[in-house]
């Protein structure tokens, strides 16, 4: 597992190549005590109440000096009947055939404008992989960046902000947007296996794997 010098504090880490979200962003919205009650989560689709439907799907981005793609394991929001259709199919050959399908993402991604709500194309793979999502917005960063791909310099900064949260921007005026959130506790994860509790803590909206 390559590793990379860190540029914040000069040590050596893992260099992760995917990052994924454990649930969409409007599970972590509903209060704690209520999710039991409001949502169904399993490892790959989400359901809140009742009338809320997503499934877990891939952002690959190409990194043109590295050894493979990098990934943003993400949810998206997709309506009731190609819910259901995706479901009806999770296991049936060929699924990778079905036309792609309107969603929106369900999950905040660091260091970007809003990612939350980004209209996306939910294209099938087949079975046992995660869909990928091509996103619709041409102009935003998540979307060049998966047309453009990146470089590791840009790899090693995300992998930097996961270990050590944004950068401290020298003193100035407090911004008027929101506040860039903490770095989320991290861990790695191999792709099928069952959810971890985080080392750092539970509140965590991501955890790192090698890739899918
Ligand atoms: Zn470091």
């Known amino acids: 597992m ?28 509903i209060p704690e005590s209520d999710r039991a009650k409001r949502a169904v989560l399993s490892e790959e689709t989400c359901e809140i109440d009742g009338k809320n439907y997503f499934l877990r799907g891939l952002v690959q981005i190409p990194v043109k000096d590295g050894p493979e793609p990098f990934q943003w394991g993400v949810w998206v929001s997709v309506g009731e009947l190609p819910y259901r259709r995706a479901l009806d199919i999770w296991l049936e050959e060929g699924r990778e055939k079905e036309p792609a399908y309107p969603g929106a993402l369900a999950t905040e991604l660091p260091d970007y ?14 079975v046992g992989q995660r869909p990928l999502l091509e996103v619709a917005a041409a ?20 992998n930097e902000f996961f270990v ?3 950068i401290e921007k020298p003193a100035e005026p407090p911004p008027a947007a929101e506040p860039i959130p903490p770095a989320a506790p991290i861990e790695p994860q191999a792709t099928k296996s069952p959810l971890k509790k985080s080392s750092r803590g539970a509140s965590g909206r991501y955890r790192r794997t090698m890739g899918h």
């Open 164 to 166: 050590h949260g944004p």
């Open 139 to 158: 102009d935003h960063p998540l979307a060049v960046e998966r047309r453009d791909g990146v470089t590791m310099t840009r790899v090693r900064e995300i």
């Open 113 to 126: 404008p809003p990612t939350t709500g980004l209209k996306v194309m939910v294209h099938t793979r087949p």
């Open 2 to 29: 390559a590793r990379y010098r860190c540029h914040r504090c000069g040590e050596l880490h893992q260099m992760m190549f995917a990052f994924h979200a454990p649930t969409p962003e409007q599970y972590l919205r």
